[in-house]
């Protein structure tokens, strides 16, 4: 894998969503329950970007047309979503988040 170094942890917010870009690919990035969490900041039903959607627990509600993706692996949760979005392994590393991208 391909590790980059994405951000400080500390930037990351609690239990909400921050819009960032790596690599050339827009990302969002969930803090909850004390994880970091990477999708594609677009959502696929929409194109909305999700750092401007709602965060409940491990779920982000698309500002667009309220879908549900699971945060942890981009599993659509429901209407009218039908297709994941984009999820990265994430791990810390000495205060950063680095995100593993191909």
């Not at 909400?16 to 594609?40: F, H, K, N, S, W």
């Not at 698309?62 to 392994?89: A, I, K, M, N, W």
Request: hydrophobic share 40%; glycine share 10%; net charge negative.
């Amino acid at each position: 894998m391909n590790w980059v170094d994405a951000i400080a942890l500390a930037a990351v917010p609690r239990d909400d969503v921050i819009g960032i870009e790596v690599a050339g690919r827009e990302l969002a990035l969930y803090g909850v329950d004390g994880a970091v969490y990477a999708t594609d900041n677009r959502c696929t039903h929409g194109a909305a970007r999700l750092c401007d959607g709602f965060v409940d627990g491990h779920t982000i509600e698309c500002p667009l047309h309220q879908g549900r993706f699971d945060v942890r692996d981009g599993q659509p949760l429901g209407e009218p979503l039908d297709t994941p979005v984009r999820s990265y392994p994430v791990r810390i590393e000495n205060g950063r988040v680095l995100v593993a991208l191909e």
